[in-house]
Protein backbone atom coordinates (compact mmCIF):
# COMPACT_ATOMS: atom_id res chain seq x y z
CA UNK A 1 0.00 0.00 0.00
CA UNK A 2 1.71 3.78 -0.89
CA UNK A 3 2.01 5.84 2.38
CA UNK A 4 2.28 9.15 2.35
CA UNK A 5 1.98 11.42 -0.55
CA UNK A 6 1.04 9.91 -3.64
CA UNK A 7 3.55 11.22 -5.77
CA UNK A 8 3.95 11.29 -9.42
CA UNK A 9 5.77 14.11 -10.55
CA UNK A 10 8.16 11.61 -13.24
CA UNK A 11 4.85 10.59 -14.32
CA UNK A 12 3.58 13.45 -15.48
CA UNK A 13 6.87 14.86 -16.64
CA UNK A 14 6.93 11.76 -18.95
CA UNK A 15 3.56 11.58 -19.95
CA UNK A 16 3.85 15.92 -20.97
CA UNK A 17 6.63 15.08 -22.90
CA UNK A 18 5.41 11.60 -24.77
CA UNK A 19 1.79 14.28 -25.56
CA UNK A 20 4.08 15.85 -28.18
CA UNK A 21 5.64 13.04 -29.62
CA UNK A 22 2.61 10.31 -29.84
CA UNK A 23 -1.32 10.88 -30.63
CA UNK A 24 -2.62 11.86 -26.72
CA UNK A 25 0.94 10.59 -25.26
CA UNK A 26 0.02 6.75 -25.77
CA UNK A 27 0.59 3.74 -28.31
CA UNK A 28 -3.06 2.68 -27.76
CA UNK A 29 -5.67 4.70 -26.70
CA UNK A 30 -7.29 3.21 -23.03
CA UNK A 31 -3.80 3.45 -21.14
CA UNK A 32 -4.19 7.46 -21.56
CA UNK A 33 -6.93 7.58 -18.55
CA UNK A 34 -8.94 9.95 -20.64
CA UNK A 35 -12.46 8.43 -18.92
CA UNK A 36 -11.57 8.27 -15.46
CA UNK A 37 -9.58 11.61 -14.93
CA UNK A 38 -6.25 12.14 -13.61
CA UNK A 39 -2.97 11.68 -15.06
CA UNK A 40 -1.59 7.99 -16.85
CA UNK A 41 1.25 5.97 -14.39
CA UNK A 42 4.04 5.42 -16.05
CA UNK A 43 5.55 2.43 -15.72
CA UNK A 44 8.79 1.39 -15.21
CA UNK A 45 9.32 -2.15 -14.38
CA UNK A 46 6.72 -5.28 -13.47
CA UNK A 47 7.20 -8.58 -11.73
CA UNK A 48 4.71 -10.91 -10.09
CA UNK A 49 1.35 -9.17 -9.25
CA UNK A 50 3.01 -6.29 -8.94
CA UNK A 51 4.22 -2.62 -10.60
CA UNK A 52 6.37 -0.15 -10.21
CA UNK A 53 5.81 3.59 -11.65
CA UNK A 54 8.81 5.86 -12.25
CA UNK A 55 8.31 8.00 -8.86
CA UNK A 56 8.81 4.79 -7.22
CA UNK A 57 5.59 3.68 -6.47
CA UNK A 58 4.09 0.10 -6.17
CA UNK A 59 0.68 -1.43 -7.11
CA UNK A 60 -1.43 -4.43 -6.89
CA UNK A 61 -1.87 -4.74 -10.94
CA UNK A 62 -4.74 -5.75 -12.12
CA UNK A 63 -4.78 -5.32 -15.30
CA UNK A 64 -1.57 -7.71 -16.30
CA UNK A 65 -0.61 -5.52 -19.30
CA UNK A 66 -4.12 -6.39 -20.64
CA UNK A 67 -4.63 -10.28 -20.01
CA UNK A 68 -1.27 -11.92 -20.88
CA UNK A 69 0.56 -11.56 -17.60
CA UNK A 70 -1.61 -14.58 -16.33
CA UNK A 71 1.48 -16.08 -14.88
CA UNK A 72 2.46 -13.32 -13.28
CA UNK A 73 4.52 -10.54 -14.68
CA UNK A 74 8.25 -11.67 -15.55
CA UNK A 75 7.71 -15.12 -14.20
CA UNK A 76 11.54 -16.55 -14.30
CA UNK A 77 10.52 -19.71 -16.30
CA UNK A 78 9.11 -17.56 -19.01
CA UNK A 79 12.26 -15.00 -18.84
CA UNK A 80 14.86 -18.23 -18.69
CA UNK A 81 13.29 -19.01 -21.94
CA UNK A 82 13.06 -15.87 -23.97
CA UNK A 83 16.91 -15.13 -23.16
CA UNK A 84 17.82 -18.57 -24.48
CA UNK A 85 15.58 -18.56 -27.40
CA UNK A 86 17.40 -14.75 -28.07
CA UNK A 87 20.51 -16.32 -27.95
CA UNK A 88 19.84 -17.88 -31.06
CA UNK A 89 18.43 -14.81 -32.88
CA UNK A 90 15.38 -12.87 -32.52
CA UNK A 91 13.31 -13.75 -35.64
CA UNK A 92 13.48 -15.91 -38.63
CA UNK A 93 10.94 -15.47 -41.24
CA UNK A 94 11.65 -19.30 -42.02
CA UNK A 95 9.49 -22.29 -40.43
CA UNK A 96 10.63 -23.21 -36.95
CA UNK A 97 10.11 -25.97 -35.01
CA UNK A 98 8.70 -23.98 -31.76
CA UNK A 99 5.69 -22.93 -33.80
CA UNK A 100 5.03 -26.95 -34.10
CA UNK A 101 4.99 -26.92 -30.46
CA UNK A 102 2.76 -23.83 -29.17
CA UNK A 103 0.63 -24.81 -32.24
CA UNK A 104 0.24 -28.66 -30.62
CA UNK A 105 -0.37 -27.25 -27.16
CA UNK A 106 -3.23 -24.97 -28.75
CA UNK A 107 -4.56 -27.68 -31.06
CA UNK A 108 -4.29 -30.19 -27.87
CA UNK A 109 -6.18 -27.89 -25.85
CA UNK A 110 -9.33 -25.57 -27.25
CA UNK A 111 -11.90 -27.69 -28.55
CA UNK A 112 -12.69 -26.06 -32.34
CA UNK A 113 -8.89 -25.65 -32.96
CA UNK A 114 -8.01 -28.50 -35.28
CA UNK A 115 -5.18 -26.54 -37.56
CA UNK A 116 -4.31 -23.08 -36.26
CA UNK A 117 -2.07 -20.06 -37.61
CA UNK A 118 -0.21 -17.19 -35.83
CA UNK A 119 -0.29 -13.92 -36.31
CA UNK A 120 0.94 -10.89 -34.26
CA UNK A 121 -2.01 -9.74 -32.61
CA UNK A 122 -5.74 -10.27 -31.49
CA UNK A 123 -6.65 -7.57 -34.31
CA UNK A 124 -4.91 -9.49 -36.82
CA UNK A 125 -6.58 -12.86 -35.88
CA UNK A 126 -10.01 -11.06 -35.97
CA UNK A 127 -9.25 -9.55 -39.30
CA UNK A 128 -8.15 -12.63 -41.16
CA UNK A 129 -10.88 -14.69 -39.47
CA UNK A 130 -13.84 -12.65 -41.03
CA UNK A 131 -12.01 -12.49 -44.24
CA UNK A 132 -11.78 -16.89 -43.50
CA UNK A 133 -15.58 -16.92 -42.86
CA UNK A 134 -16.33 -14.74 -46.18
CA UNK A 135 -14.06 -17.36 -48.10
CA UNK A 136 -15.53 -20.50 -46.64
CA UNK A 137 -19.39 -19.61 -46.64
CA UNK A 138 -18.91 -17.32 -50.12
CA UNK A 139 -21.14 -14.94 -47.94
CA UNK A 140 -19.88 -11.32 -47.00
CA UNK A 141 -22.69 -10.39 -44.29
CA UNK A 142 -21.30 -10.70 -40.95
CA UNK A 143 -23.42 -10.67 -37.55
CA UNK A 144 -21.40 -9.11 -34.18
CA UNK A 145 -22.30 -8.05 -30.77
CA UNK A 146 -22.57 -4.14 -29.95
CA UNK A 147 -19.82 -3.59 -26.79
CA UNK A 148 -17.86 -6.66 -28.30
CA UNK A 149 -14.15 -5.94 -29.60
CA UNK A 150 -12.53 -7.06 -32.02
CA UNK A 151 -9.90 -5.38 -32.63
CA UNK A 152 -9.86 -1.90 -34.80
CA UNK A 153 -9.94 -3.64 -38.06
CA UNK A 154 -12.36 -1.46 -40.79
CA UNK A 155 -14.80 -3.91 -40.61
CA UNK A 156 -15.35 -4.26 -36.52
CA UNK A 157 -15.59 -0.86 -35.90
CA UNK A 158 -18.83 -0.47 -35.63
CA UNK A 159 -20.90 -0.47 -32.04
CA UNK A 160 -17.55 -1.50 -30.97
CA UNK A 161 -16.51 -1.83 -27.14
CA UNK A 162 -12.55 -1.36 -25.35
CA UNK A 163 -11.36 2.13 -26.04
CA UNK A 164 -14.19 3.07 -28.46
CA UNK A 165 -16.37 2.75 -25.96
CA UNK A 166 -14.26 4.00 -22.89
CA UNK A 167 -13.60 7.38 -25.28
CA UNK A 168 -17.46 7.51 -26.44
CA UNK A 169 -16.52 7.52 -30.15
CA UNK A 170 -19.11 7.54 -32.91
CA UNK A 171 -18.04 4.59 -35.02
CA UNK A 172 -14.25 5.72 -36.24
CA UNK A 173 -13.80 8.19 -38.92
CA UNK A 174 -11.67 7.04 -41.36
CA UNK A 175 -13.57 3.98 -42.05
CA UNK A 176 -15.94 4.17 -45.27
CA UNK A 177 -19.21 3.13 -44.84
CA UNK A 178 -18.93 0.26 -47.81
CA UNK A 179 -16.65 -1.24 -45.33
CA UNK A 180 -18.92 -1.86 -42.43
CA UNK A 181 -22.24 -1.71 -44.60
CA UNK A 182 -21.71 -6.00 -44.45
CA UNK A 183 -21.53 -5.41 -40.30
CA UNK A 184 -24.93 -6.33 -38.88
CA UNK A 185 -25.46 -6.04 -35.45
CA UNK A 186 -27.21 -7.10 -32.38
CA UNK A 187 -27.60 -6.85 -28.38
CA UNK A 188 -25.47 -9.00 -26.61
CA UNK A 189 -27.55 -11.76 -25.15
CA UNK A 190 -30.34 -11.39 -27.42
CA UNK A 191 -30.90 -14.30 -29.14
CA UNK A 192 -34.05 -12.87 -31.07
CA UNK A 193 -32.50 -10.50 -32.27
CA UNK A 194 -29.60 -12.89 -33.98
CA UNK A 195 -32.65 -14.40 -35.49
CA UNK A 196 -34.36 -11.63 -37.12
CA UNK A 197 -30.87 -11.14 -38.52
CA UNK A 198 -30.71 -14.36 -40.13
CA UNK A 199 -34.10 -14.45 -41.55
CA UNK A 200 -33.94 -10.72 -42.81
CA UNK A 201 -30.90 -11.74 -44.25
CA UNK A 202 -31.31 -15.08 -45.90
CA UNK A 203 -28.36 -16.85 -47.29
CA UNK A 204 -26.25 -13.84 -46.84
CA UNK A 205 -24.69 -14.01 -43.54
CA UNK A 206 -21.38 -15.77 -43.21
CA UNK A 207 -21.44 -16.09 -39.87
CA UNK A 208 -21.31 -14.67 -36.07
CA UNK A 209 -18.62 -13.41 -33.98
CA UNK A 210 -18.52 -13.04 -30.15
CA UNK A 211 -16.77 -12.81 -27.24
CA UNK A 212 -18.34 -15.92 -25.52
CA UNK A 213 -17.56 -13.82 -21.99
CA UNK A 214 -17.41 -10.21 -22.91
CA UNK A 215 -14.60 -7.99 -21.32
CA UNK A 216 -14.52 -4.97 -23.33
CA UNK A 217 -17.41 -3.87 -22.64
CA UNK A 218 -17.00 -4.11 -18.71
CA UNK A 219 -17.25 -7.92 -17.48
CA UNK A 220 -20.50 -9.42 -19.20
CA UNK A 221 -21.03 -13.11 -19.03
CA UNK A 222 -23.70 -15.05 -21.27
CA UNK A 223 -26.85 -16.11 -20.28
CA UNK A 224 -27.93 -19.63 -19.78
CA UNK A 225 -28.27 -20.56 -23.50
CA UNK A 226 -27.07 -17.88 -25.27
CA UNK A 227 -24.30 -19.55 -26.44
CA UNK A 228 -26.10 -23.04 -27.24
CA UNK A 229 -28.70 -20.49 -29.36
CA UNK A 230 -26.15 -19.34 -31.04
CA UNK A 231 -24.40 -22.75 -32.21
CA UNK A 232 -28.06 -23.77 -33.15
CA UNK A 233 -28.77 -20.86 -34.96
CA UNK A 234 -25.64 -20.48 -37.15
CA UNK A 235 -25.83 -23.96 -37.82
CA UNK A 236 -29.36 -23.54 -39.06
CA UNK A 237 -28.54 -21.32 -41.18
CA UNK A 238 -25.61 -22.46 -43.06
CA UNK A 239 -23.36 -19.64 -41.39
CA UNK A 240 -20.43 -20.12 -39.25
CA UNK A 241 -19.90 -19.24 -35.02
CA UNK A 242 -16.28 -17.57 -34.47
CA UNK A 243 -15.71 -17.13 -30.69
CA UNK A 244 -13.31 -14.58 -30.24
CA UNK A 245 -11.13 -15.94 -27.56
CA UNK A 246 -8.32 -13.43 -27.36
CA UNK A 247 -9.41 -12.62 -23.90
CA UNK A 248 -11.15 -15.61 -22.57
CA UNK A 249 -8.49 -17.88 -24.40
CA UNK A 250 -6.43 -19.91 -21.81
CA UNK A 251 -7.75 -17.78 -19.29
CA UNK A 252 -11.18 -18.87 -18.26
CA UNK A 253 -9.69 -22.63 -18.54
CA UNK A 254 -7.24 -23.95 -20.37
CA UNK A 255 -9.45 -24.90 -23.07
CA UNK A 256 -10.59 -21.37 -23.17
CA UNK A 257 -14.45 -20.03 -22.71
CA UNK A 258 -15.73 -22.89 -24.99
CA UNK A 259 -14.63 -25.80 -23.18
CA UNK A 260 -15.77 -24.14 -20.27
CA UNK A 261 -19.27 -23.95 -21.43
CA UNK A 262 -19.06 -26.79 -23.63
CA UNK A 263 -20.18 -25.43 -27.00
CA UNK A 264 -17.66 -25.64 -29.63
CA UNK A 265 -17.34 -22.61 -32.32
CA UNK A 266 -16.21 -23.40 -36.02
CA UNK A 267 -13.54 -21.00 -35.76
CA UNK A 268 -11.81 -19.19 -32.67
CA UNK A 269 -9.30 -16.43 -32.55
CA UNK A 270 -6.39 -15.95 -29.50
CA UNK A 271 -3.79 -13.56 -28.26
CA UNK A 272 -2.46 -12.28 -25.09
CA UNK A 273 -1.69 -15.33 -22.83
CA UNK A 274 -0.69 -17.71 -25.49
CA UNK A 275 2.09 -14.98 -26.21
CA UNK A 276 2.94 -14.43 -22.68
CA UNK A 277 3.67 -11.01 -22.86
CA UNK A 278 5.07 -11.37 -26.35
CA UNK A 279 3.08 -10.18 -29.38
CA UNK A 280 0.89 -12.98 -30.58
CA UNK A 281 -2.40 -13.79 -32.03
CA UNK A 282 -3.67 -17.25 -33.40
CA UNK A 283 -6.86 -17.98 -35.71
CA UNK A 284 -7.97 -21.51 -35.61
CA UNK A 285 -10.86 -24.16 -36.33
CA UNK A 286 -11.90 -26.77 -38.67
CA UNK A 287 -9.22 -27.88 -40.55
CA UNK A 288 -11.76 -28.18 -43.45
CA UNK A 289 -12.22 -24.56 -43.11
CA UNK A 290 -8.58 -23.83 -42.05
CA UNK A 291 -7.49 -25.44 -45.41
CA UNK A 292 -8.58 -22.71 -47.23
CA UNK A 293 -5.57 -20.56 -45.95
CA UNK A 294 -2.66 -19.85 -47.85
CA UNK A 295 -0.56 -21.58 -49.29
CA UNK A 296 -2.85 -24.44 -48.30
CA UNK A 297 -5.62 -23.02 -50.13
CA UNK A 298 -6.43 -19.33 -51.66
CA UNK A 299 -7.44 -17.28 -48.86
CA UNK A 300 -4.34 -14.36 -48.55
CA UNK A 301 -2.56 -13.91 -44.59
CA UNK A 302 0.91 -13.21 -44.18
CA UNK A 303 3.34 -11.90 -41.79
CA UNK A 304 7.09 -11.23 -41.29
CA UNK A 305 7.20 -12.06 -38.11
CA UNK A 306 4.51 -14.34 -37.33
CA UNK A 307 5.21 -17.44 -35.65
CA UNK A 308 8.27 -15.75 -34.14
CA UNK A 309 10.80 -17.82 -31.86
CA UNK A 310 10.59 -15.40 -29.01
CA UNK A 311 7.01 -15.02 -28.93
CA UNK A 312 6.38 -18.43 -29.33
CA UNK A 313 8.94 -19.56 -26.75
CA UNK A 314 7.08 -17.20 -24.08
CA UNK A 315 3.76 -18.95 -25.16
CA UNK A 316 5.08 -22.29 -24.69
CA UNK A 317 6.58 -21.42 -21.18
CA UNK A 318 3.42 -19.52 -20.19
CA UNK A 319 1.17 -22.72 -21.42
CA UNK A 320 3.15 -25.29 -19.79
CA UNK A 321 2.80 -23.20 -16.20
CA UNK A 322 -0.98 -22.49 -16.80
CA UNK A 323 -1.43 -26.67 -17.28
CA UNK A 324 -0.07 -27.23 -14.46
CA UNK A 325 -2.92 -29.27 -11.92
CA UNK A 326 -4.74 -26.44 -9.47
CA UNK A 327 -3.90 -23.41 -11.64
CA UNK A 328 -7.35 -22.35 -12.71
CA UNK A 329 -8.73 -23.63 -9.00
CA UNK A 330 -6.29 -21.20 -7.47
CA UNK A 331 -7.35 -18.45 -9.86
CA UNK A 332 -11.23 -18.92 -9.37
CA UNK A 333 -10.38 -19.02 -5.91
CA UNK A 334 -8.69 -15.57 -5.66
CA UNK A 335 -10.76 -14.08 -8.11
CA UNK A 336 -14.40 -14.92 -6.37
CA UNK A 337 -12.47 -13.57 -3.49
CA UNK A 338 -11.92 -10.43 -4.96
CA UNK A 339 -15.02 -9.89 -6.53
CA UNK A 340 -17.43 -11.07 -3.50
CA UNK A 341 -15.25 -9.20 -1.07
CA UNK A 342 -15.75 -6.13 -3.13
CA UNK A 343 -19.43 -6.50 -3.56
CA UNK A 344 -19.89 -6.79 -0.22
CA UNK A 345 -17.99 -3.79 0.77
CA UNK A 346 -19.72 -2.03 -1.74
CA UNK A 347 -23.21 -2.73 0.16
CA UNK A 348 -22.03 -2.27 3.26
CA UNK A 349 -20.90 0.95 2.36
CA UNK A 350 -24.30 1.89 0.50
CA UNK A 351 -22.89 2.09 -3.14
CA UNK A 352 -25.08 0.33 -5.65
CA UNK A 353 -22.51 -1.84 -7.53
CA UNK A 354 -23.30 -5.00 -9.23
CA UNK A 355 -20.35 -7.23 -11.13
CA UNK A 356 -18.77 -11.21 -11.19
CA UNK A 357 -16.14 -13.48 -12.27
CA UNK A 358 -15.17 -16.33 -14.35
CA UNK A 359 -11.67 -18.09 -13.53
CA UNK A 360 -9.41 -15.22 -13.71
CA UNK A 361 -11.43 -12.80 -15.53
CA UNK A 362 -13.58 -10.36 -13.25
CA UNK A 363 -15.56 -6.85 -13.78
CA UNK A 364 -17.87 -4.76 -11.35
CA UNK A 365 -20.30 -1.38 -12.64
CA UNK A 366 -21.40 1.08 -10.35
CA UNK A 367 -25.15 0.26 -10.81
CA UNK A 368 -27.71 -2.18 -9.27
CA UNK A 369 -27.63 -4.39 -12.35
CA UNK A 370 -27.49 -6.87 -13.57
CA UNK A 371 -25.56 -6.14 -16.43
CA UNK A 372 -26.62 -8.02 -19.69
CA UNK A 373 -25.70 -6.32 -22.23
CA UNK A 374 -23.63 -3.19 -23.50
CA UNK A 375 -27.23 -0.93 -22.94
CA UNK A 376 -27.33 -2.33 -19.57
CA UNK A 377 -23.58 -1.38 -18.89
CA UNK A 378 -23.89 1.64 -20.28
CA UNK A 379 -26.44 3.08 -17.73
CA UNK A 380 -23.27 2.33 -14.65
CA UNK A 381 -22.14 5.50 -13.00
CA UNK A 382 -18.46 6.11 -14.97
CA UNK A 383 -18.14 9.18 -12.92
CA UNK A 384 -17.85 7.04 -10.18
CA UNK A 385 -16.14 4.78 -11.30
CA UNK A 386 -13.51 7.26 -12.41
CA UNK A 387 -13.66 8.89 -8.86
CA UNK A 388 -12.73 5.02 -7.26
CA UNK A 389 -10.11 4.23 -10.24
CA UNK A 390 -8.32 6.78 -9.29
CA UNK A 391 -8.70 6.77 -5.05
CA UNK A 392 -7.85 3.13 -5.50
CA UNK A 393 -4.97 4.04 -7.68
CA UNK A 394 -3.30 6.24 -4.48
CA UNK A 395 -4.07 3.07 -2.57
CA UNK A 396 -1.44 0.91 -4.59
CA UNK A 397 -3.99 -0.77 -6.35
CA UNK A 398 -3.88 -0.62 -10.37
CA UNK A 399 -7.54 -1.21 -12.19
CA UNK A 400 -7.98 -1.09 -15.56
CA UNK A 401 -8.93 2.74 -16.63
CA UNK A 402 -12.18 2.34 -17.65
CA UNK A 403 -15.51 1.18 -16.66
CA UNK A 404 -15.52 -0.90 -19.97
CA UNK A 405 -12.57 -3.16 -20.00
CA UNK A 406 -12.81 -6.62 -17.71
CA UNK A 407 -10.18 -6.91 -14.67
CA UNK A 408 -7.63 -9.81 -14.12
CA UNK A 409 -5.72 -11.61 -12.13
CA UNK A 410 -2.96 -14.15 -12.19
CA UNK A 411 -1.24 -16.97 -10.37
CA UNK A 412 1.36 -14.34 -8.75
CA UNK A 413 -1.74 -13.01 -6.79
CA UNK A 414 -1.66 -13.92 -3.01
CA UNK A 415 -4.45 -14.29 -0.88
CA UNK A 416 -2.85 -11.37 1.22
CA UNK A 417 -2.61 -9.11 -1.86
CA UNK A 418 -6.37 -9.63 -2.23
CA UNK A 419 -6.68 -8.77 1.09
CA UNK A 420 -4.86 -5.60 0.54
CA UNK A 421 -6.81 -4.76 -2.16
CA UNK A 422 -10.58 -4.95 -0.77
CA UNK A 423 -8.71 -3.20 2.47
CA UNK A 424 -8.06 0.16 -0.39
CA UNK A 425 -11.40 -0.66 -1.32
CA UNK A 426 -13.11 -0.24 1.97
CA UNK A 427 -11.13 2.81 2.53
CA UNK A 428 -12.20 4.50 -0.55
CA UNK A 429 -15.62 3.39 -0.89
CA UNK A 430 -16.57 4.57 2.54
CA UNK A 431 -15.52 8.07 1.84
CA UNK A 432 -16.85 8.33 -2.03
CA UNK A 433 -19.57 10.45 -2.70
N1 LIG B 1 -7.60 -3.25 -26.40
C1 LIG B 1 -7.02 -3.41 -25.13
C2 LIG B 1 -8.02 -3.66 -24.09
N2 LIG B 1 -9.18 -4.32 -24.44
C3 LIG B 1 -6.19 -2.23 -24.72
C4 LIG B 1 -4.81 -2.47 -25.07
C5 LIG B 1 -3.80 -1.47 -24.52
O1 LIG B 1 -4.08 -0.30 -24.31
O2 LIG B 1 -2.70 -1.90 -24.33
Redesign the pocket.
Known sequence: MITGTFKTTKSEEIFAAAQKLMPGGVS????AFKSVGGQPIVFDRVKDAYAWDVDGNQYIDYVGT?GPAICGHAHPDVIKAIQAAAEKGTSFGAPCALENILAEMVIDAVPSVEMVRFVNSGTEACMAVLRLMRAYTQREKVIKFEGC?HGHADMFLVKAG??VATLGLPDSPGVPKSTTANTLTAPYNDLDAVRKLFEENPGEICGVILEPIVG?AGFITPDAGFLAGLRELTTEHGALLVFDEVMTGFRISYGGAQAKFGITPDLTTMGKVIGGGLPVGAYGGKREIMQLVAPAGPMYQAGTLSGNPLAMTAGIKTLEILRQPGSYEYLDKITTKLINGLLAIGKETGHAMCGGSISAMFGFFFCEGPVHSYEDAKKADTVKFGKFHRAMLEQGVYLAPSQF?AGFTSLAHTDADIDRTLEAARTVLSKLA
Not at 28 to 31: I, L, Q, Y
Request: charged share 20%; aromatic share 20%; no cysteine.
Open positions: SPVRWYSGNE
